[in-house]
T-cell receptor, first 111, second 113 residues
Framework: DAKTTQPPSMDCAEGRAANLPCNHS???????VYWYRQIHSQGPQYIIH???NNETNEMASLIITEDRKSSTLILPHATLRDTAVYYC????????????FGSGTKLNVKP | EAGVAQSPRYKIIEKRQSVAFWCNPI?????LYWYQQILGQGPKLLIQ????????DSQLPKDRFSAERLKGVDSTLKIQPAKLEDSAVYLC???????????FGPGTRLTVL
């Protein structure tokens, strides 16, 4: 039931920007895009979310295309501690919030 | 603030046995979620509570899984009887009703032999 597709893995050099793509071509107008990450043996951790405007916080930036069919999570200066599985999620609201997790992208940050 | 607490952290049982997991959400969080995460996959929502009421249990295998949140605070997820394919990490999360962020606990890793 996942509404997103992501590459299974990506590599990034330490100190460089990590750009993680996500495709959500069937997203509806009122559905938000969320990003979570999961470091090994821990529960997922919220990163950022957005509807149609680009968003930035202390952890990352979220770029959503104008047609909203895809988005990119940007970690501006990746560190070894950013090695994790990153999930792009569509939040559906139908009287209550429902989150659909896909399989995520394993980001490997290398020294 | 204290995070979401779960216990036990690990559990090993044989198939056809019963098992229960406990979750204590962040204080004041009315919404509580149970997820199942099979190795190599993303979390799958099993059940969602708003206070002590169920708002979504469409993906809960009700013939063997049950969950309750009697006082609207902590929650228990039970499997009876367990099958081999139930081996997974069971994650509990909580959030404020209209808040965008779910806070996850560390999970319980279940191995069914």
């Amino acid at each position: 039931d996942a509404k997103t597709t992501q590459p299974p893995s990506m590599d990034c050099a330490e100190g460089r920007a990590a750009n993680l793509p996500c495709n959500h071509s069937t997203i509806s107008g009122n559905e938000y895009v969320y990003w979570y990450r999961q470091i090994h043996s821990q529960g997922p951790q919220y990163i950022i979310h957005g509807l149609k405007n680009n968003e930035t916080n202390e952890m990352a930036s979220l770029i959503i295309t104008e047609d909203r069919k895809s988005s990119t999570l940007i970690l501006p200066h990746a560190t070894l501690r950013d090695t994790a599985v990153y999930y792009c999620i569509v939040r559906v609201y139908n009287n209550f919030n429902k989150f659909y997790f896909g399989s995520g992208t394993k980001l490997n940050v290398k020294p | 603030e204290a995070g979401v607490a779960q216990s036990p952290r690990y559990k090993i049982i044989e198939k056809r046995q019963s098992v229960a997991f406990w979750c204590n959400p962040i204080s004041g969080h009315a919404t509580l979620y149970w997820y199942q995460q099979i190795l190599g996959q993303g979390p799958k929502l099993l059940i969602q509570f708003q206070n002590n009421g169920v708002v979504d249990d469409s993906q809960l295998p009700k013939d063997r899984f049950s969950a309750e949140r009697l006082k609207g605070v902590d929650s228990t997820l039970k499997i009876q009887p367990a099958k081999l394919e139930d081996s997974a990490v069971y994650l509990c999360a909580s959030s404020l009703p209209d808040n965008n962020e779910q806070f996850f606990g560390p999970g319980t890793r279940l191995t069914v032999l």
